[in-house]
């Protein structure tokens, strides 16, 4: 029965997952402007769940009955996620998109402002999840890209000026978060021993794995005493782990393919279209935070990802053919 229970909705999730990616690969391939179109409504949909967060934070704010005097105290020690209840899986998700905002603020000059303003808010809801993992991800990808883009010298210096202040800004506030707190220590030695439940795994099931959506069943049976004390049934805060463990090297290899024929058109000559290059940074950000996390079991946040995902094949690639006539 736990497995019957469990088993669909993790099978359905993932499958619903591909079936968005093929059928919207689809429509930006066959509808010349549907990749700005879906790029657009999924940041607007990130603006509405950052709106979320706002005003849950508000109306909890108002209820101490001394909001100016609690604010900061009240924003800098509690998480805020008002649409998932993952708040590591929602910081992936404000990552991403913040990230995707930034991006079309630099090749959609007409909306400019409106962009940046997305961009914004988005990232402050990201910041508002306390999600080390996502900040992380962001530092280290929007270091890369200005790497990048200063050898390429594809950007004016004045661009690459507010991306590195921003970046600054970043590292001076999670650096000081982090040395304030021994709680990043202890994440990064639970995931550790995750990984190690997942090589037991593994081990035991190397082809096929536990099955879909068994993770937090068995890993009971593979953690080693000390993590079963603190986590006697969990996820394996790893999404590329959870999908060894669950799926074997064969889902593994499978998964790790399908990402691999997603992204690979964006070096095509057909890959001009400006809105790849933002989708890109943000799902790379998406892509890193599953070292620290696992958001693709959360459907709020998986669906817009494999949205997302397929603009890239969509509009560079012939992966998904016109229709005759």
């Not at 070292?291 to 669906?303: D, I, M």
């Amino acid at each position: 029965r736990y497995t019957e229970a469990k088993l669909t909705p993790a099978a359905m999730l993932l499958l619903e997952g591909l079936a968005l990616l093929a059928y919207a690969a689809h429509c930006c391939r066959t509808q010349p402007d549907f990749a700005w179109r879906l790029a657009r409504m999924l940041v607007i949909g990130a603006v509405a769940a950052a709106g979320f967060n706002f005003w849950f934070f508000a109306h909890e704010l108002i209820e101490t009955g001394e909001p100016g005097a609690r604010l900061v105290d009240f924003f800098r020690r509690h998480r805020w996620s008002a649409h998932v209840g993952d708040v590591n899986a929602a910081g992936s998700f404000f990552a991403m998109f913040m990230l995707v905002a930034f991006g079309l603020a630099l090749k959609d000059r007409s909306h400019r402002t409106a962009w940046i303003g997305a961009g914004a808010i988005v990232g402050l809801a990201m910041w508002m999840t306390k999600s080390r993992t996502a900040i992380s991800a962001v530092l280290l990808v929007g270091a890369l890209y200005v790497v990048r883009a200063t050898v390429a010298r594809s950007m004016s210096w004045w661009r690459i000026a507010i991306l590195a202040v921003a970046a600054s800004v970043l590292i001076v506030g999670f650096g000081s978060q982090v040395a304030r707190s021994s709680a990043a220590a202890r994440s990064v030695n639970y995931r550790w021993m995750f990984l190690e439940t997942t090589w037991h795994m593994v081990e035991a099931h190397p082809v096929f794995g536990v099955g879909i959506g068994q993770y937090a069943r068995w890993s009971t049976h593979y953690s080693s005493p000390a993590l079963i004390a603190i986590y006697p049934r969990e996820n394996a805060h790893n999404n590329f782990s959870q999908v060894a463990g669950e799926l074997g090297l064969t889902g593994l290899a499978a998964f790790l393919a399908v990402l691999a024929v997603c992204l690979w058109p964006s070096g095509r000559p057909g890959s001009s279209n400006p809105v790849i290059t933002p989708v890109l940074v943000g799902l790379a950000v998406f892509i890193v935070s599953w070292l620290g996390g696992h958001p693709l079991l959360v459907p709020e946040v998986a669906y817009p990802f494999w949205m997302a995902l397929a603009i890239v094949p969509g509009a560079t690639s012939d992966i998904i053919s016109r229709p005759h006539g």
